[in-house]
């Protein structure tokens, strides 16, 4: 029976029940009775496992396929009805192929099965940042995650009433082919397609499909910004607590810097950190005039491989109840779950995240490396008082950040909102032994953002712009770091981890203006003495003032190298008939937009990425960076 009497939410449905042929169809009203009911089905199905009632309350496992273990971004499409509103670092399909193509897949996918209807919301129910999605499936797997990822049932119907503004997803394991498996987003239709995976981040449509990719859409439409950041809060002994944002690339640290856990001397003196967000934060202009953020999601979709007691204590405290982990190593002993470095005593008695037998003696790990623990966000031990205010928190800083071994400094502040977008935009990281492919390569990934950018990125970047020209001076102030600078032998110059919170404390002294700061080519770097280090130690050894001035040195001739290779990736070839290079602007019909690579002895790439304002480009605003001059240091 339907639990709305809204017209444009039953159509669909009727449409969608049409194309699929579902036997049963079965609103989710958030009920825990309902929810209860569904977990013992699953069980009864062999979806989940109930695990240890004693040690793991409330906490099940769940297996993926074997080929359907992580986001398939080869398969994942952006389809706007104009090639270009897609831009350069989507994979477009048109829409008319796209609802073509995958209508087929769909035609019959739901037969013999439940179709599950469920509605939720993106951030809190009634708040102004809240946005509506239903989601159709017939996993009760994704049921039960969405129940934790996000705020669902009938009051999130209520709260929608007669409103036809929602997002719409459909999703069908259907056969879990691969080579049939796709996840398609329909920006200008509030639609999104995903069929043939059963993996979280290809089918919790209100994750990276809805709170990223189309509320990127939605936000450059509406004025606000979507953004792949974690959101946390410093307090001080007297009881004041900053906002602060921070995107990073993966394997950078987002989730341990998100549950920070501040060095013993700094708790003993009253210090606090508090976790709003590990993964996205929306973000608006409040009455203020001040940028406040929310964290949109209810729950954490962590990687477990690598969490432990010493790694992120509070990311392992949050997992301990009411927890689905899934691809994990089940241990036949007790009915608990382990994965690789959680300790250093894997089970004998065990099975691997495939379910085959497996005790670790043959070296093969156990755990998926993408195995994940979706966990409610109330568990955090370290979580936000703010967490529940539907007003969000309002925000001092942004930072970026990457890996990089010798070229960014430890810590340095952007001129300006302008040139921090450009911060932003050559955002890098260096691959490590843990990625496929060679060591130290450089990826770029604007904003941490690039696979989630649901439209051209050139405009994504333009409105990055627009939101600084409508804050002014009461626009955050924008930061990058890097944890990761190391010595010849690749041992770690800065200790990181609780001690990053040393870093933080100077960038919110640099917001609240206590502290100055030496201009340079690349922005502000902190003075020396401006960084507490007392009591420091990296690795057993006193930490100096000597070794703090190493890490916030810049290398030139290695900057200018790493800016002509950031040039270099904001290029494009253009076909053979024009034998010349294009930036990521927008394209317009068949033609590019082509500006000649920059000469020498002009700054490189930094003078060069000012748009033309006479082109038709989607900058509004200069991010002309100064060349570096040789009497600057």
């Known amino acids: 029976m339907a639990l709305t009497s809204n ?7 009727d449409e969608m029940v049409a194309l699929t042929k579902p036997d049963k169809v079965v609103w989710i009203d958030g009920s825990e009775e309902q929810l209860e009911a569904l977990r013992a089905e699953a069980c009864s199905t062999g979806e989940m496992i109930k695990l240890n009632e004693e040690k793991l309350p409330g906490c099940y496992l769940h297996r993926s396929a074997v080929n359907d273990v992580a986001r398939v971004e080869g398969r994942t499409f952006i389809c706007t ?12 399909m048109d829409p008319k192929e796209a609802y073509e193509k995958l209508g087929k897949l769909f035609d019959g996918a739901m037969k013999g099965r439940t179709m599950y209807v469920i509605p939720y919301c993106m951030a809190h129910v ?14 009760i797997y994704v ?15 209520d709260f929608l009433g007669d409103s036809d503004d929602f997002v719409k997803g459909l999703h069908s394991k259907k056969d879990l082919c691969e080579e049939d498996r796709y996840i398609v987003h329909f920006p200008e239709d509030n639609t999104i397609w995903s069929i043939n995976s059963g993996y979280g981040g290809n089918v919790l449509l209100g994750k990276k499909c809805f709170a990223l990719r189309i509320a990127s859409f939605q936000a450059k439409s509406e004025g606000w910004m979507a953004e792949h950041m974690l959101i946390l809060g410093i307090e001080n002994p007297e009881g004041e607590t900053k906002y602060v ?44 005039g001040r940028l406040w953020a929310v964290n949109p999601e209810y729950g954490f979709f962590g990687v477990a491989p690598g969490t432990n007691a010493k790694s992120n204590p509070n990311a392992l405290a949050t997992t301990r109840k009411n927890t689905i982990f899934t691809n994990v190593v089940q241990n036949l002993d007790d009915n608990t779950v382990w994965w690789e470095k959680l300790d250093k005593n894997p089970p004998k008695h065990a099975l691997n995240w495939k379910g085959e037998p497996w005790d670790g003696s043959d070296g093969t790990p156990g755990a998926h490396p993408n195995s994940r623990f979706t966990a409610p966000s109330h568990n955090c031990p370290c979580l936000s008082p703010e967490f529940d205010n539907p007003e969000g928190v309002p925000i001092s800083a942004i930072i970026f950040g990457g890996r990089r071994a010798k070229t960014a400094p430890l810590v340095y502040q952007s001129r300006d909102w302008a040139h921090g977008v450009f911060v932003g935009s050559v955002l890098a990281s260096e691959t490590t032994a843990a990625a496929t492919g060679a060591v130290g390569v450089v990826r770029r990934d604007p904003m941490a953002m690039r696979p989630f950018i649901g439209y051209h990125v050139g405009d994504y970047f333009g409105h990055w712009l627009e939101m600084g020209e409508k804050l002014g001076d009461k626009a955050p102030k924008i930061f990058h770091v890097n944890w990761f600078r190391t010595d010849d032998e690749g041992n770690f110059l800065w200790p990181g981890f609780g001690d990053n919170m040393r870093v933080l404390l100077w960038i919110l002294a640099r917001c609240e203006g206590k502290v100055s700061a030496r201009e340079t080519e690349i922005g502000y770097l902190p003075y020396v003495k401006d960084i507490d280090i007392e009591g420091l130690e990296n690795d057993g050894k006193e930490f100096t003032h000597m070794m703090l001035d190493e890490l916030l040195s810049v290398d030139k001739a290695l900057w200018r190298e ?9 290029f494009r070839v253009c076909p053979p008939s024009c034998g010349r290079s294009w930036r990521l602007s927008r394209r317009t019909s068949n033609k590019c937009n082509i500006w000649p690579a920059p000469s020498s002895g002009d700054g490189g790439a930094f003078s060069h990425y000012s748009y033309p304002k006479d082109r038709r480009t989607p900058w509004k605003a200069s991010l002309r960076i100064p060349p570096p001059s040789p009497d600057r240091t």
């Open 562 to 570: 790493d800016a002509t290779n950031a040039h270099t990736d904001r």
């Open 126 to 139: 009634g708040s102004p940042f809240a946005k509506v999605g239903i989601e159709l499936t017939d996993s």
């Open 81 to 92: 009805r104009k090639e270009e509103d897609a831009g350069p670092t989507n994979n477009w």
């Open 143 to 157: 049921v039960l995650s969405m129940a934790i990822m996000t705020r669902i049932g009938q009051k999130v119907l």
């Open 245 to 288: 944002t921070a995107a990073f690339p993966s394997a950078c640290g987002k989730t341990n810097l998100a549950m920070l856990i501040p060095p013993k001397k700094y708790a003993d003196m009253g210090y606090k950190a508090w976790c709003v967000g590990d993964d996205i934060a929306w973000l608006r202009i409040g009455p203020d």
């Open 7 to 13: 017209k444009s939410v039953l159509k669909w449905v």
